[in-house]
């Protein structure tokens, strides 16, 4: 194996050590990447040195101070822990500690008022889904989060012990966040808002006059519409994120474009040099935003991924290359509906080509 | 000298080892632990267990090994008692990848490569340089994050690693010019 495919070995095992970090690979897929580190040493290192930047990434966190409002508090940095003196120190410590979670009392459990009710009955807690209905409700979570819902609402509680979240489906919210409590978050197919210590609302605009366009019995919003009260929130949308502060109204229309792929077909160009055991998708796009590919192998996990390129014309291109199999793509561009192709069959020494169309915006 | 005084004097030393090796050793918990939040509190009782326990190491042998193994009891330990069960590598394998971390631990540069990554994640784009702090500061998983940014979590996960790799080649130039 010569040096670059030693290199491109490892940029493509380099995401499953990441998955493995998160806690997200399966038992088969660790299994593997055991082998894989217990007979390559550039794996290894590289594996050694992902772990030594993670512990200096969240070393640099702390020194920086960029943890969010509402995490969890941090353990006192290890620098300290060099005198013995730490042990009074932390025994003492710990006595605090432990009257103030004696004086703090348990976290509370989410409580609805109002017209909210659980839609499937049972318990308020994580999980459930939410209505209001007729007539205003409200949702106070970690004793700290009072969430009105307009009639109409539909949210699920999610989220965690001081942070807080609600996926919003339908209809509209308005939040009081006390500060210093912990943050919440709003979650809605459009788009995210994040806070720590604030009021604001946050209302899912339906297509026409407020008639609600359904799929499925879930309403599907075109617009999120964010008023800030007091304080700040941050807004994710389409990729990016906005900081709205007190007095701002922002509308996050969602992107109603399509990507349309032509037929796919296949040319042959042989296996010698380059098309050596690999095979590639391509395409060409007439007219049309920059995107994004993402190639996932037939287990969900990530192959490549890549971006289109401007041609001198006006026009896009693109151009994967991929070791023969099945894969499924998804096509991204801001402001589109994303596009996924499933079950793509590469083939050694051969182009898959798939022009894509761009239209509706 | 009494012993309260001698116990002290060896617990400074075992805090000494620590803290010369806390790179190490937050790296190969990290490896075990997956939650950052448990990694913290695992790091603590691993610094503590490794104090215990000084008078039983042989200071003739290298004190990775030695360490890993005590971070390894720990880690497992506060894993139960947490009802976590993650996925975990090999053994043997975690131990071969704490080989590997043992050459950053005795390289002295720990501080001067903090520095370097610190400067280096300044240079990334923005939507990067949010996706670092997203993951590394605010320690959401890439799944979370991929839901907050509207992307897949496999893309997330090769743009994280393109991510990595630059920073690698840029700490990598700082420190040989430096």
Redesign the interface.
Known sequence: MSDEDRRQHV?TV??VM??????????DD?AE??ES??HRADL??E???????????????KE?E???SG??A??PF??R????R??LAAAVALAVLAGWLLLRGSYPPPEITGSARVLDGGTVQRGVLLAAEGTPGGLVLGGYCRVEMAPGTRLQIEGSERSEQVYLTAGKVVCDVDAGKGGLTI?TDL??VHVSGTRFSVELLAEQGGREMMTKGKAIAVAMAVTVMAGSVEV?F????ELLVAGATRVFAAGKGRIEAGKPSYQMHGEEGEWKGRGRIVGMVRKGPRF?I?V?DAF???A??VESESLEDGKKAYEVWLAPGRYNV?I?AKGYKPLDLKNLQVKSGTDLRIDLEFSGR | MDSNGDTGLLREEAFRHVIAHRSMLMAYVRAIVHDPGLVEDTLSDVSVAIAQSWERYDTSLPFGPWARGVARRVALSNLREHGKHPVLLDAEVLEAVGVEMDAYADSGEGERRKQALDRCIEQLSDPNKELIRMRYLMNRTTREIAQTVRRTAGSLYVTFSRIHKTLRDCVRRRLETA
């Not at chain 1, 594996?47 to 966190?61: K, P, R, T």
């Open positions: 940029d380099r995401p990441l998955r493995y970090l998160d806690g997200d690979l399966s038992q660790a990447l055991s580190l217990r290894r290192r594996f050694a040195e992902l772990l030594y930047e993670h512990a200096l990434l969240a070393e640099l966190s920086k960029w943890a969010p995490s969890v941090r353990i290890l620098g822990l060099v005198s013995v730490f042990w979650r788009g995210t994710d389409d990729g990016g994120r994004e993402t996932t969900g996990r990530a490549k991924e998804r991204d």
